[in-house]
């Protein structure tokens, strides 16, 4: 799994009406695990940076599809 998809069970009480759901993912991004930019990053090149959104490759995040199942 990739470090940026974390995932936590549900409680679930024996008077609850509905069926929960058992696993809910999120998202960290990963400015979290580095919150101040070093110097001397790897780069994307300018093409694939407008691509993904973000010129330093340890920044990017991709957004997973919504029917995606993740465990």
Same mark, same amino acid.
């Given at each position: 799994?990739?470090?940026? =998809?974390?995932t936590y069970e549900?409680?679930?009480?024996? =008077?609850?009406?509905?069926?929960?759901?058992?696993?809910?993912? =999120?998202?960290?991004?990963?400015?979290?695990?580095?919150?101040?930019?070093?110097?001397?990053?790897?780069? =994307?090149?300018?093409?694939?940076?407008?691509?993904?959104?973000?010129?330093?490759?340890?920044?990017?995040?991709?957004?997973?599809q919504p029917a995606?199942?993740?465990?």
């Amino acid at each position: 799994m990739n470090q940026q =998809f974390k995932t936590y069970e549900v409680y679930s009480g024996p =008077f609850d009406p509905c069926p929960p759901k058992i696993l809910y993912t =999120f998202v960290i991004p990963p400015n979290v695990y580095s919150p101040i930019q070093p110097y001397g990053l790897p780069q =994307f090149p300018p093409r694939e940076a407008l691509h993904h959104g973000t010129l330093w490759p340890a920044y990017y995040s991709p957004y997973p599809q919504p029917a995606e199942k993740r465990m």
